[in-house]
């Protein structure tokens, strides 16, 4: 079992930037495949980033590519999301999810057995 725990989200305005975290608990969440997600108002789940359980890999969204960055700390057991120039469209609760496998295109969240309870983040224009 893993246990999922996200904070940072919060009001910002647009060009800003907020640092998601995602604290894992359990005794194997270090190995992990972590993922986050977001979902806006009236619109499906969809993949944001996700990063291999050793934080040598990562891949994105390519509507968040070179905006938002996904990094580990598995001494920690913490995920973060750092989400830099926002955009009003990045309004939405967003994720974190722990998977036990790793692939490259592992984006499906039907793919990732564990959810946190979310964070939501609404960018102003």
């Known amino acids: 079992q893993v246990q999922l725990v996200e904070s940072g989200g919060g009001l910002a305005q647009a060009g800003g930037s907020l640092r998601l975290s995602c604290a894992a608990s359990?005794?194997?969440?270090?190995?992990?495949?972590m993922g986050w997600f977001r979902q806006a108002p009236g619109k499906e789940r969809e993949f944001v980033a996700t990063?291999?359980?050793?934080?040598?890999?990562?891949e994105y969204a390519d509507t968040v590519k070179g905006r938002f960055t996904i990094s580990r700390d598995n001494a920690k057991n913490t995920v973060y999301l750092q989400i830099n120039s926002l955009r009003p469209e990045d309004t939405a609760v967003y994720y974190c999810?722990?998977?036990?496998?790793?692939?490259?295109?592992?984006?499906?969240?039907?793919?990732?057995?564990?959810w946190g309870q979310g964070t939501q983040v609404t960018v102003s224009s």
């Open positions: 999810a722990a998977s036990p496998f790793w692939r490259r295109g592992l984006w499906a969240a039907s793919e990732y057995d564990y």
């Open positions: 359990g005794r194997t969440a270090s190995s992990y495949t």
């Open positions: 990063i291999k359980w050793s934080g040598t890999t990562a």
